[in-house]
Nanobody
Protein backbone atom coordinates (compact mmCIF):
# COMPACT_ATOMS: atom_id res chain seq x y z
CA UNK A 1 0.00 0.00 0.00
CA UNK A 2 1.53 3.29 -1.12
CA UNK A 3 0.80 6.38 0.95
CA UNK A 4 1.90 9.97 0.45
CA UNK A 5 2.39 12.02 3.60
CA UNK A 6 2.63 15.77 3.15
CA UNK A 7 3.99 18.33 5.56
CA UNK A 8 5.24 21.89 5.79
CA UNK A 9 2.20 23.93 4.87
CA UNK A 10 1.74 27.06 6.96
CA UNK A 11 0.95 30.76 6.83
CA UNK A 12 3.57 33.27 5.68
CA UNK A 13 3.63 36.90 4.66
CA UNK A 14 3.35 37.66 0.96
CA UNK A 15 6.86 37.66 -0.48
CA UNK A 16 7.95 34.98 1.93
CA UNK A 17 9.10 31.43 1.36
CA UNK A 18 8.41 27.96 2.62
CA UNK A 19 9.07 24.37 1.63
CA UNK A 20 6.48 21.63 1.58
CA UNK A 21 7.40 17.97 1.58
CA UNK A 22 5.80 14.72 0.54
CA UNK A 23 7.13 11.39 1.74
CA UNK A 24 6.27 8.20 -0.14
CA UNK A 25 5.74 5.25 2.18
CA UNK A 26 4.99 1.66 1.34
CA UNK A 27 6.31 0.38 -1.97
CA UNK A 28 9.36 2.64 -2.05
CA UNK A 29 11.34 0.25 -4.25
CA UNK A 30 9.24 1.30 -7.23
CA UNK A 31 10.12 4.29 -9.36
CA UNK A 32 7.72 7.23 -9.16
CA UNK A 33 7.16 10.32 -11.22
CA UNK A 34 5.85 13.00 -8.87
CA UNK A 35 3.75 16.11 -9.10
CA UNK A 36 2.46 18.96 -6.99
CA UNK A 37 -1.06 20.19 -7.61
CA UNK A 38 -3.19 22.88 -6.05
CA UNK A 39 -6.92 23.29 -5.80
CA UNK A 40 -8.92 26.23 -4.56
CA UNK A 41 -12.53 26.05 -3.35
CA UNK A 42 -14.82 25.22 -6.26
CA UNK A 43 -11.91 25.08 -8.67
CA UNK A 44 -10.27 22.39 -10.73
CA UNK A 45 -7.17 20.69 -9.34
CA UNK A 46 -4.20 21.80 -11.43
CA UNK A 47 -0.56 20.84 -11.64
CA UNK A 48 1.96 23.48 -10.65
CA UNK A 49 5.11 21.37 -10.86
CA UNK A 50 6.11 17.89 -11.96
CA UNK A 51 9.31 15.87 -11.92
CA UNK A 52 10.46 12.66 -13.54
CA UNK A 53 11.53 9.64 -11.51
CA UNK A 54 15.19 10.39 -12.18
CA UNK A 55 14.75 14.00 -11.07
CA UNK A 56 16.37 15.22 -14.28
CA UNK A 57 13.22 16.51 -15.94
CA UNK A 58 10.89 19.10 -14.50
CA UNK A 59 7.88 21.12 -15.58
CA UNK A 60 6.30 24.24 -14.08
CA UNK A 61 3.02 26.01 -14.64
CA UNK A 62 3.61 29.49 -16.02
CA UNK A 63 2.40 31.38 -12.95
CA UNK A 64 4.99 29.70 -10.69
CA UNK A 65 8.00 29.58 -13.01
CA UNK A 66 11.00 31.21 -11.39
CA UNK A 67 9.34 31.13 -7.96
CA UNK A 68 8.71 27.45 -7.20
CA UNK A 69 11.21 24.60 -7.40
CA UNK A 70 10.40 20.90 -7.32
CA UNK A 71 13.06 18.41 -6.24
CA UNK A 72 13.38 14.87 -5.03
CA UNK A 73 15.52 12.98 -2.57
CA UNK A 74 15.17 9.41 -3.78
CA UNK A 75 17.14 8.07 -0.83
CA UNK A 76 14.42 9.47 1.42
CA UNK A 77 11.58 8.76 -1.04
CA UNK A 78 10.57 12.39 -0.64
CA UNK A 79 9.59 15.14 -3.04
CA UNK A 80 9.82 18.79 -2.11
CA UNK A 81 8.30 22.00 -3.40
CA UNK A 82 10.19 25.17 -2.52
CA UNK A 83 7.84 28.15 -2.74
CA UNK A 84 9.51 31.56 -2.96
CA UNK A 85 8.11 35.05 -3.50
CA UNK A 86 4.71 33.85 -2.41
CA UNK A 87 1.68 35.82 -3.52
CA UNK A 88 -1.78 35.90 -1.95
CA UNK A 89 -3.11 34.12 -5.03
CA UNK A 90 -0.88 31.13 -4.19
CA UNK A 91 -3.02 30.56 -1.12
CA UNK A 92 -4.79 27.22 -1.33
CA UNK A 93 -4.38 23.50 -0.58
CA UNK A 94 -1.43 21.78 -2.22
CA UNK A 95 -1.49 18.07 -3.02
CA UNK A 96 1.36 15.78 -4.01
CA UNK A 97 0.82 12.90 -6.39
CA UNK A 98 2.80 9.85 -7.48
CA UNK A 99 2.71 7.60 -10.50
CA UNK A 100 4.58 4.31 -10.70
CA UNK A 101 6.67 4.42 -13.88
CA UNK A 102 9.06 2.35 -15.93
CA UNK A 103 10.66 5.36 -17.59
CA UNK A 104 12.95 7.59 -15.55
CA UNK A 105 12.61 10.58 -17.89
CA UNK A 106 8.87 11.27 -18.11
CA UNK A 107 6.84 13.69 -16.04
CA UNK A 108 3.06 14.05 -15.93
CA UNK A 109 0.87 17.11 -15.51
CA UNK A 110 -2.66 15.69 -15.64
CA UNK A 111 -4.68 14.60 -12.60
CA UNK A 112 -5.72 11.42 -14.40
CA UNK A 113 -2.08 10.37 -14.88
CA UNK A 114 -1.45 9.81 -11.20
CA UNK A 115 -2.13 6.73 -9.10
CA UNK A 116 -1.59 8.02 -5.57
CA UNK A 117 -2.42 11.26 -3.77
CA UNK A 118 -1.54 12.92 -0.51
CA UNK A 119 -4.05 14.40 1.89
CA UNK A 120 -3.21 18.01 1.08
CA UNK A 121 -1.41 20.75 2.97
CA UNK A 122 -2.63 24.33 3.34
CA UNK A 123 -0.38 27.14 2.16
CA UNK A 124 -1.40 30.68 3.01
CA UNK A 125 0.34 33.85 1.85
CA UNK A 126 -1.17 36.91 3.48
CA UNK A 127 -0.73 40.48 2.32
Amino acid sequence: QVQLVESGGRSVQAGGSLRISCAVTGRTSSRYAMGWFRQGPGKERKCVAAISASGEDTWYEDSVKGRFTISTDNAKSTVYLQLNSLKPEDTTVYYCAARSVASDRTYYTQVSSYDYWGQGTQVTASS
